[in-house]
């Protein structure tokens, strides 16, 4: 027995187009999807990149500014250091200490950054001198009669220690 299809000639070949037609629309579909994922992936690649540039400027800027800001600090305490010698000659003991002790916590600040690991020596060796110089003048403020200060001494040194601190500075700027 043959078996005898209702369904008419047409009807099938409509139904074959309609599935090539149907397999067509995927494949474009596909294919904008892939170009839009592309696409994407592009865009996040040149975003990634502007990100990796934006922390290197960042990264520059901060080194710069750390850099002013440590060029700033050198000069303050070399202004610091001049004007102890011009406190003890006036007699302002009391002021003068105080600005020793102020370079010696500067000096001390200094120590702790990064760009000064490899002269932590240098600065050991100021801030003894610093200390020697403050017990110096707490002697002469405190009664002990015996202290003198040597103006003179006093202040070749801490010429000495500020002609170190210019030079470090200068390193600085022109490194």
Known sequence: MQSHSTVPDWVTWWGLYISIFGAFLTAVAFWFTFREAREAKN??????????QALIAATQAKE?????????DLAAMRSL???????????????????????RD????????PRFNSKRADIQELLV???????????K?????EVELMLADISKVLTSYSDRLG?????IRFN
């Open 167 to 171: 030079a470090w500075a200068e390193q």
């Open 43 to 52: 865009r996040a690649a040149s975003a990634q990149s502007a990100a990796e």
């Open 129 to 139: 001198g610093l200390s020697q110089l403050q017990e110096t003048i707490e002697g």
């Open 106 to 113: 500067r000096l001390i600040e200094l120590s702790e950054r």
């Open 64 to 72: 710069a500014i750390s850099e002013k800001v440590t060029i700033a």
């Open 81 to 103: 250091l001049s004007s102890i010698v011009m406190l003890l000659d006036g007699g302002k003991l009391e002021i003068a200490l105080y600005s020793v002790r102020q370079s």
């Open 141 to 145: 403020l405190w009664g002990k009669s």
